[in-house]
């Protein structure tokens, strides 16, 4: 991680540098005894974490938090200060940890604990630091370490949808016909071919502008991404739902940990894109995502977490109104806190929109499981 300190006095400085780099886990890689300086470069140096003193001249610490959040909002930091007077309101402009002086290597480490903790926690979706990442799911982003490089600009939306044609045929040859009838169809075979000669070139730029080492490779009449040196949301998230669940028993920790895996699907794959050739794969994710937040509602039912289940099957429901076991698990859940008017009211309401919207009637699993909870209250 990439640090930058901030304070007025410059004993200070060197000596929170000198404990810092005893730790081993950050590299300081600016020090500034002026705010002003420090927001300055802060475009230029791109940290990740900023430690700041509070009672400076000319811009306080909590001066340079309200400026830093204009150029970047989401950038984490730690006080540092003499006066413990500031702690309340450091803390409710969210900073990660206050420091009182003089720092010691023991508060440190705590310190650099829950920057670790909190770096993991955002990251989760990078398998190494420093690895660039693509999301797909929602719209086409690069990203590349939090707060670090600014993504670069598509020219052209063709440009962008062939990277993303050969991203979602990863590490596959593609050949040159199957991108012309894809992405041109209804060109003129030579203009059709000009405009792919001229997004491979864009592409190639868009890369290199982002850093990456990945290239457009063309062989046999035919493109491919190589040398990729990025990971996607998408394999993030196909790896990681076959560890939820799995009979285990459900424990706060396991259902937040579930949580924060499910929390990389941001949207539907390529959804803000008009892909036509991305539908398919949606669909599978779409079908993924669904059956996983099924299976975590069903196992925080049976945990007795019957408030967190009910409001996840409540974001199910507006995806997928239709859904018969989705259906039945919210009339447990209604069950299970004993509000058996809601049973009713939901189960109604289910009925009604089957009938109204497709002419069907629920499955003959669903009313068995509405009358088997009306005959248990009885």
């Given at each position: 991680?990439?640090?930058?300190?901030?304070?007025?006095?410059?004993?200070?400085?060197?000596?929170?540098?000198?404990?810092?780099?005893?730790?081993?886990?950050?590299?300081?890689?600016?020090?500034?005894?002026?705010?002003?300086?420090?927001?300055?470069?802060?475009?230029?140096?791109?940290?990740?974490?900023?430690?700041?003193?509070?009672?400076?001249?000319?811009?306080?610490?909590?001066?340079?938090?309200?400026?830093?959040?204009?150029?970047?909002?989401?950038?984490?930091?730690?006080?540092?200060?003499?006066?413990?007077?500031?702690?309340?309101?450091?803390?409710?402009?969210?900073?990660?940890?206050?420091?009182?002086?003089?720092?010691?290597?023991?508060?440190?480490?705590?310190?650099?604990?829950?920057?670790?903790?909190?770096?993991?926690?955002?990251?989760?979706?990078?398998?190494?630091?420093?690895?660039?990442?693509?999301?797909?799911?929602?719209?086409?982003?690069?990203?590349?370490?939090?707060?670090?490089?600014?993504?670069?600009?598509?020219?052209?939306?063709?440009?962008?949808?062939?990277?993303?044609?050969?991203?979602?045929?990863?590490?596959?040859?593609?050949?040159?016909?199957?991108?012309?009838?894809?992405?041109?169809?209804?060109?003129?075979?030579?203009?059709?071919?000009?405009?792919?000669?001229?997004?491979?070139?864009?592409?190639?730029?868009?890369?290199?502008?982002?850093?990456?080492?990945?290239?457009?490779?063309?062989?046999?009449?035919?493109?491919?991404?190589?040398?990729?040196?990025?990971?996607?949301?998408?394999?993030?998230?196909?790896?990681?739902?076959?560890?939820?669940?799995?009979?285990?028993?459900?424990?706060?920790?396991?259902?937040?940990?579930?949580?924060?895996?499910?929390?990389?699907?941001?949207?539907?794959?390529?959804?803000?894109?008009?892909?036509?050739?991305?539908?398919?794969?949606?669909?599978?994710?779409?079908?993924?995502?669904?059956?996983?937040?099924?299976?975590?509602?069903?196992?925080?039912?049976?945990?007795?977490?019957?408030?967190?289940?009910?409001?996840?099957?409540?974001?199910?429901?507006?995806?997928?109104p239709y859904s018969d076991e989705m259906c039945r698990l919210i009339l447990s859940a209604y069950a299970n806190?004993?509000?058996?008017?809601?049973?009713?009211?939901?189960?109604?309401?289910?009925?009604?929109?089957?009938?109204?919207?497709?002419?069907?009637?629920?499955?003959?699993?669903?009313?068995?499981?509405?009358?088997?909870?009306?005959?248990?209250?009885?």
């Amino acid at each position: 991680m990439r640090a930058v300190l901030v304070d007025d006095e410059k004993p200070a400085l060197l000596q929170l540098e000198r404990l810092i780099l005893a730790d081993g886990r950050m590299d300081v890689i600016g020090k500034y005894t002026s705010a002003k300086t420090c927001i300055e470069r802060l475009e230029i140096d791109q940290p990740d974490i900023l430690f700041l003193d509070i009672s400076m001249p000319g811009m306080n610490g909590l001066e340079v938090v309200e400026r830093m959040r204009q150029v970047n909002g989401d950038l984490p930091f730690v006080y540092v200060t003499a006066h413990s007077a500031y702690a309340i309101e450091a803390f409710g402009l969210n900073a990660l940890d206050y420091l009182l002086k003089p720092v010691t290597s023991k508060r440190l480490t705590q310190t650099l604990d829950r920057i670790q903790h909190y770096w993991n926690r955002t990251m989760i979706h990078a398998s190494a630091p420093g690895k660039k990442r693509i999301l797909c799911f929602g719209q086409l982003e690069f990203v590349m370490r939090i707060n670090r490089h600014k993504p670069p600009k598509w020219r052209t939306l063709k440009a962008k949808e062939l990277f993303a044609y050969l991203l979602h045929h990863s590490g596959q040859w593609v050949a040159k016909e199957r991108l012309l009838e894809t992405l041109w169809p209804d060109l003129e075979y030579d203009k059709a071919v000009t405009h792919l000669h001229t997004s491979v070139y864009q592409v190639r730029n868009v890369l290199k502008k982002w850093g990456s080492q990945a290239v457009v490779g063309y062989a046999h009449d035919s493109y491919c991404l190589e040398q990729i040196d990025w990971t996607t949301d998408v394999e993030a998230f196909e790896q990681l739902m076959g560890t939820i669940g799995g009979g285990q028993e459900l424990t706060r920790e396991s259902r937040e940990a579930y949580d924060r895996k499910l929390a990389l699907y941001r949207g539907d794959y390529l959804d803000h894109h008009d892909f036509p050739w991305a539908v398919a794969r949606r669909s599978k994710l779409q079908k993924q995502y669904t059956n996983a937040m099924l299976e975590l509602a069903h196992a925080e039912l049976q945990a007795g977490f019957v408030a967190e289940a009910m409001e996840r099957l409540a974001v199910l429901q507006d995806k997928e109104p239709y859904s018969d076991e989705m259906c039945r698990l919210i009339l447990s859940a209604y069950a299970n806190v004993g509000n058996w008017e809601l049973v009713r009211c939901h189960y109604d309401k289910f009925e009604r929109l089957l009938q109204a919207d497709l002419g069907i009637e629920p499955d003959a699993e669903t009313i068995k499981c509405y009358e088997q909870l009306v005959n248990q209250r009885k």
